[in-house]
């Protein structure tokens, strides 16, 4: 494990402007350059907005706002923009960097780093221009929402996990990589963000325990929505659950480091 973050650390420079390099080549062709960044998101918004904004804004208690519902949606959309980029990523970023891995000789846990950088970062400028949103919207800040970074970095943790160890199992059984992202459009749709979760019946409220990003994506509702702070207990939980994943992820990935590259 120390061995990891020694090469980590050794090797910041690389990371750092590998991110830098892979920000600008991104837009270094397109006229609207960063705009692109959120477009994708923001255009959801609009879709959700448009079709069901007058069935479910009325089941937002507590939002004194006609665009209630769009603000819910653009709070619940930060947090999973940022969890979906960083597993969907590490899904393929082992078999992508196949060749680099086979031909360097480099720690190549900065090869995740410098996706959680990239994730991190177009995460931050999605938070600004969504926070400008907010305003146009009339919606009420308040120093609440600062709470928005350490949920990010929980949000980073429990993806990190989850991602290091399916891109490591998807080295060596390739069908993981076909079977994930519909699993993540189920997960998408079984968490509280398009909808409200006042509307699942009370019967069923209780699998939503068993939902981590439920957590997450609540404790976003909260802060940035109704300027309430979130619930710790539940953060405990969930930063337990992180923290386990992402050991578990850095142990099979150095564990199988080396097979990945004979498969590779």
């Not at 970023?93 to 891995?101: K, R």
């Not at 940035?224 to 992820?249: E, F, Q, R």
């Amino acid at each position: 494990m120390f061995s990891l973050l020694r090469g980590l650390w050794q090797y910041r420079h690389f990371v750092i402007s590998s991110i830098r390099s892979e920000l600008v080549s991104r837009f270094a062709s397109s006229k609207l350059g960063g705009v692109w960044m959120i477009i994708n998101p923001l255009s959801q918004v609009l879709i959700y907005a448009l079709i069901l904004s007058n069935i479910l804004a009325a089941k937002l208690p507590g939002i004194d706002n006609k665009y209630a519902y769009a603000i819910y949606l653009i709070a619940g959309l930060l947090a999973w923009e940022l969890f979906s980029e960083i597993i969907n990523r590490c899904l393929t970023l082992f078999i992508a960097q196949g060749n680099l891995m086979k031909k360097m000789s480099f720690p190549r846990i900065t090869l995740p780093a410098i996706v959680l950088g990239s994730c991190a970062l177009n995460n931050v400028l999605l938070l600004i221009s969504m926070l400008g949103i907010f305003a146009l919207l009339g919606h009420s800040f308040s120093l609440t929402m600062l709470w928005v970074f350490p949920l990010s970095l929980l949000v980073i943790g429990l993806a990190l996990g989850i991602g290091l160890i399916i891109g490591v199992l998807n080295v060596f059984l390739r069908d993981i990589g076909q079977a994930f992202p519909i699993i993540m459009q189920i997960w998408f749709w079984f968490t509280p963000i398009v909808y409200p979760e006042n509307i699942i019946p009370q019967s069923y409220r209780h699998l939503l325990a068993w939902n981590p990003m439920y957590t997450l994506v609540d404790a976003y509702h909260q802060v940035l929505v109704y300027n309430k702070p979130p619930d710790l207990s539940a953060l405990l939980v969930i930063a337990a659950l992180a923290a386990g994943l992402v050991l578990l992820g850095l142990f099979l990935f150095r564990r199988a480091s080396a097979e990945m590259v004979d498969v590779l």
